[in-house]
């Protein structure tokens, strides 16, 4: 069965500080991972996905296959960033396994 | 372009009671799927359907079905509502399976007394 474990609920943070929302799945064979967002108030978007390598609102995720992780990292957090955030694999029967989610809290 | 749009917003029901949520989108899209949210459990996938006349089981099917009436619309029923049921209720959709980025609604929130 896959499996997609955040370990945070909350991660608190100041301003400009780095982040990193941990994210770690179990899956046998070579999974799709996603992160998605979710602001106050707006609906989950995609924010990006391994198979693309970009950075997206200055995050970056590495696919860690050894570690089995997929670790979302920001240099320098912004107000803004705070969201929910989930990791989300694609395995098998192609359907997406979310994570439980961690809220992101960026204070001035 | 509205997207994907969900009806109703909110709901509140009493144990027993049926209702349909209903879902549509305005962007083509093959694959739609219905999700449920609950605190710490990020979001499970209740059906999907990958194309019009066809649906699926997702993790958490149990109390519920769905019906694909056409490209645009996928509507998720609960036909005797129990407390457990309380959530909140998500439709997404995809251009091509759940490879593709999904597009998702603003969401409903039920709640089962």
């Known amino acids: 069965a896959q499996r997609v474990t955040q370990p945070e609920k909350l991660l608190s943070v100041f301003k400009g500080a780095p982040v990193e929302l941990k994210c770690n799945y179990s899956?046998?064979?070579?999974?799709?991972l996603f992160w998605y967002v979710q602001y106050s108030r707006q609906r989950l978007q995609l924010l990006l996905r391994?198979?693309s390598r970009e950075s997206i609102k200055g995050f970056t995720a590495d696919l860690n296959k050894g570690e089995t992780s997929f670790h979302l990292k920001k240099p320098f957090a912004q107000e803004e960033d705070s969201a929910m955030y989930y990791c989300a694999l694609i395995g098998a029967g192609n359907m997406l396994t979310f994570g439980g989610g961690t809220r992101l809290m960026v204070k001035p | 372009n509205a997207g994907v749009t969900q009806t109703p917003k909110f709901q509140v029901l009493k144990t027993g009671q049926s209702m349909t949520l209903q879902c549509a989108q305005d962007?083509?899209?093959?694959?739609m799927y219905w999700y449920r949210q609950d605190p710490g459990m990020g979001l499970r996938l209740i059906y999907y359907?990958?194309?019009?006349?066809?649906?699926d089981k997702g993790e958490v099917p149990n109390g519920y079905n769905v019906s694909r009436l056409n490209k645009r619309e996928f509507s998720l029923r609960l036909e005797s509502a129990a407390p457990s049921q309380t959530s909140v209720y998500f439709c997404?959709?995809?251009?091509?399976?759940?490879?593709?980025?999904?597009?998702f609604g603003p969401g409903t929130r039920l709640t089962v007394l």
């Open positions: 997404a959709s995809s251009a091509r399976g759940t490879g593709n980025e999904q597009f």
């Open positions: 899956y046998s064979g070579s999974p799709e």
């Open positions: 962007m083509n899209h093959n694959s």
């Open positions: 391994h198979i």
């Open positions: 359907s990958a194309s019009e006349g066809t649906t």
